[in-house]
Structure formats: structure tokens, C-alpha cells
């Protein structure tokens, strides 16, 4: 089976999906703050009310059992009695916030027909009320979330299964325990995910991670649809439940598809089998089938394995450096020092804020502080990493030069040849973030495993998907399209802010 066309042209374009904009008029402001002013306090507190109350009762349904029987799907009175007083305290949080109705369209499939729920798009922490009309299907949550009042009484209640993201090991246990459960033949009660694994704006759907579909059980699709003209998507817990609470009622539809059968090859391609049921849910809701995701909190798009950044710090650094009052020479200048530093080998490419600012000749540290932030965790870069991705937005070196400089700087043994990891560090610093999948890139540039300057020179520039990141990564500012004042055009052709990315 091959992959669903999604319907849209490759250069249709739409909103940065991670980033929200919410337009409000002066009337509507003025009505939010006098609605605000006497709902919140009294809605938030209702909400608060009912979760302490499923705090002791989440708590109760487990008590008295042994680790053993934990492990155990919760069967007899302890299901029959405890179930139903956690969906109505659950209906009534979301009641008491404003969510009047939930409507229903279509059929919940019942476990035999579909072990897991598919649920898109992911907009913001209230999408949780679709567990009503789901009756409180078992979830993936992150295990740090076990800690938190009332939350990890309700995690526990619902005996979801759970991940350290920090702990691969983790991650490995819980895939293997998710792929039980969804095979178990009814044994655990049915699964609902998020596919997409964060949250964004809704105006597309990002490509949805493989988790869902490792089993290779079928699907069913459920689509969120929010009706009201002001709807509080993807902003911070606060003020989503400020926009939230502050209308007289919020509109809410819950929509189930039919079952989605997967063929043979989805089966055995949990990828294939992931694309083509976003697709499908994309068609319904008449948005876009994006192949971003957000990775490492950073929102990237995903090419041949490579990751490449919505935002590009290269092209931020600019931004920056123009803003400080360096010219076109300046710039260059640094560049220079940054190269010469790195081939010199003496002092090291890694470099601090402080000896960062002093190499570009700023005169606030904190821009320097800034553009680490770009590239790395911590108020330090690799000089490397800025001199490869900025470089070949001035203009001052062509791709054959650049890529020659690199391949030197990376290929650690000698020999000619990089290994799968050099070409991991090599492309890090062309395209600004890390690179964790680089096999596919790897098969397509080496020749009986030598991957040499020249075959890489040839797949970046004439390989059909590769070709890409020099497209719009490594070519001079004019041609990647930056905007006269100051805003960048991402992959997609639309328009973003320039702003740090968040953590």
C-alpha cells in the first residue's frame, strides 16, 4: 500500500503550527476582562473543588492491592463502583469551565473493533474532555507526571502506561508494555493517544509519532472540533484558561471516524501505517498533512531523517548581529576568526557567551548569550556550528568551499571518508541542531561505506530529497528570502517572528 496523498500542494501555504496568534478586537477585549473578572474566580474554583474530590476517590480505587495485581487490569467492583464517579467528577470539571455540551458525531468503536483511539489535532491541556465521550480510556503519560497533586492519583486510577523521556531504557518498557496491551485481545481496556505528541495551533496537522501504530492493531480516528470564534490553542495553562472561561460557554465536537484497517505493509511499516492515518484525519478536518514535529523543543521538519529547523539559527544569528549594527564586513570578519580558530586546533571550537561577544565585537554580552541559546542548552556554542550555517547565508563562500572545510574539520580520522557519526556532527553544523537520523542520508552519499567530499557534494546538491537543505539552508540570504524587516519565511513559504525558541 502507498502512502495517502494528503490533497495539498507542497507549496500551499498555511500558519507556523507551534505558533499561535490570537487577534482580538477592543470589544472583545473589554467583554473578556468584564466576563473574566466575575467567571474565572468562580469557574476555576468549581474545577478545583471537583478535582480534590477525585483526588482521595482516584486514590481508593487501587488501595489494598499487591504490585502484582497493579500489573492487572482493574476488573469486578472496583471498576463497576469507582468508574463511574471519576467520569461524572471529570464531566463536571469541564462543566464547571464552560463546556456546556460535548456533541458526539459518529460511533466509539467498541475494544474488539479498535484497541486504540487516535485523537487530533492536540490544541492545548483542555483537549483532556475528550475522555468523556471516550470513558476514560487508558493513556501514555510522561512518568514525572506521577508526582503532581491530583494528576498522579488520576494516572494511577487509570493505570496508563508510563515513560521517562530522560530514560531510554524507559522508553523500551513502555513500548513493550503499550504493544501488550494493544495485542492483549481485550484483556486491558482501550488506549487513547495523541499522535502528534505535543500540542500546536491546530492549523495542520504535524506528523504524527509511531507509538499508536507499533502494534499494527487498527485505529480509530477522532477529530476535535472547536467551534467558537475565540479559541484559547496552544498558549500557556493560565492564559488559555483565562480566554477559556471568560466566554459564557465554549463549543466542543467530538467526532469518531470510521475504524481505520491497516493493510499488510502498514502492519509491518508503523511509519507508512502512522502518515497515511494523518492524512486521512487531515482530509476530514480540511488542514494540511505536515511532516513537522517538535524535537528536543525544537519544531523541525523532517526530510530523508533529517532535521531541519523551522526557525534557523543561522538565520536569526543574522538577524541579530544586523540588529547590533555589524555590517556585511563585520560579519565576515568574525566569520574568519571563527574558521581560522577552528582550523588551528589549539584553543578549541567551543567557546563561551563572554569570548563569543568579544569575537563578534559586541557590546551586549546578552546577544551573544542569545545566539548560544540558539545553538546549544547551556550559555556556550560550538564555533563551529555558527561559522557553517551562517557562512553560506552572507554570500562570502560557495557550497563547494564550505563543504570542503567541513569535511577537514569533521573527517577526525583522516582517510577521505567520514563516518555515519562525522557525517552526524558535519550536518549538525550546516543545518544549526542535532541530527539523530542520519542512516538514510549515509546510504545515499557513500559508496561500498566511503562516503567522500565529493559524493556528499552530489547528494546535497542533485539528490531529489537532499537537495533541499542546500535550497534552503545554505544558499546566500536573497535567495532563502529574507524579508526587509526583519522576519524570516520558513520552509513552507509562510511568515514566523523571529523570536528564541522556547525550551
Known sequence: MERIDDGYSATQEYPHPFIHKMKLTRAQRIRGIILGSI?????????????????PIARLRLAGLSEEERSKPVEGWRRWFYHPIIWLLSRAVFFSLGFYWIKVKGRRANLKEAPV?????????????????????????????????????????NQSVLVSRKDPESRKKAVAQLNERLTSDGY???????????????????????????????????????????VSNTMGVTEALWHTVSQPYTNVTVEFLPVYNPSEEEKKDPNLYADNVQKLMARALGVPATDHVMEGGVPVSKVGGLSLPLESPARETLTLLHKNGLGAHEVQTALDRMIDRCRSGAQGAKVSAEELASMLGLSHQQTAVHICGLYSKDDSVDLRHIY???????????????????FTLFNREGGGSLSERE?????????????????ELYAAASDENRLTEESLLRVLTAHPTFQKVTKEYLRPEEAAGTLSNGRSVNNNGSVYNNSKKSE
Open 39 to 55: 467567571l474565572f474566580p468562580i469557574r476555576v474554583t468549581l474545577a478545583v473543588l471537583f478535582f480534590l474530590i477525585m483526588w
Open 117 to 157: 483511539l487516535v485523537v487530533a489535532p492536540h490544541s492545548s491541556f483542555l483537549d483532556m474532555l475528550v475522555f468523556c465521550p471516550a470513558q476514560l480510556a487508558t493513556v501514555v503519560s510522561r512518568s514525572e507526571n506521577t508526582s503532581l497533586p491530583v494528576i498522579g492519583a488520576l494516572l494511577e486510577f
Open 188 to 230: 486491558w481496556p482501550q488506549m487513547l493517544m495523541f499522535p502528534e505528541g505535543t500540542t500546536t495551533n491546530g492549523s495542520a496537522l504535524i506528523k504524527f509519532k509511531p507509538g499508536a501504530f507499533l502494534a499494527g492493531v487498527p485505529v480509530q480516528p477522532v477529530l476535535l472540533h472547536y467551534p467558537n470564534k475565540l
Open 388 to 406: 557553517f550555517s551562517v557562512a553560506p547565508l552572507t554570500g562570502c563562500v560557495d557550497l563547494k568551499t564550505l563543504l570542503h572545510s567541513a
Open 423 to 439: 557525517l552526524s556532527d558535519l550536518m549538525e553544523a550546516l543545518v544549526g541542531i542535532p541530527q539523530h537520523r542520519i542512516a
